[in-house]
């Protein structure tokens, strides 16, 4: 966990503007990011900034396409509240739910967010049930990210993407 917290603080002190890193140099740290995540929304793109924080759950939202919304809001939460008077269950999320309640939250599991504000990317099913179980005062870890496809500067001078 201190790597981590090394990693990130020099990361946010010393960008590197000409020469970021690549968003694989995340996997190479001791944490865990979800591999059908990380391949959809991060492989190959550019990490142009980061920053650890632990937020309490409460603050954390979601998007959809009438705009942001507090995870209490969510189908997810409303699942997680009427989930034993409907008898329908979401197999995937219940596993994840058996999951932590046997081995605990992971400390190595950060919900990341999109850099500089609380908009989940991913780990929205982990924040939900953490809000569900222990209250919006809950503090989780949270990881915000700020990632790029293509920067200008490679359109610009092509050679530049050879030197990263």
Request: glycine share 4%; proline share 5%.
């Amino acid at each position: 966990m201190q790597h981590i917290k090394k990693f990130l603080k020099r990361s946010n002190r010393n960008p590197s503007f000409f020469f970021p890193q690549k968003t694989e140099c995340l996997l190479e740290q001791d944490l865990y990011i979800d591999p059908t995540f990380f391949k959809t929304g991060l492989q190959d793109k550019y990490l142009l900034g980061t920053r650890f924080e632990k937020i309490k759950v409460s603050k954390l939202r979601r998007k959809n396409d009438n705009g942001p919304y507090p995870l209490h809001e969510s189908p997810l939460y409303k699942y997680l509240n009427e989930r034993q008077k409907n008898g329908k269950t979401d197999k995937q999320f219940e596993e994840l739910i058996q999951n932590i309640e046997k081995k605990g939250f992971n400390s190595k599991s950060y919900i990341l967010c999109k850099y500089r504000s609380n908009l989940i990317k991913d780990g929205q099913h982990r924040a939900i049930y953490m809000l569900w179980k222990y209250g919006p005062d809950y503090e989780i870890n949270v990881l915000h990210i700020r990632v790029k496809n293509d920067l200008l500067r490679f359109k610009i001078f092509p050679w530049l993407k050879k030197l990263t």
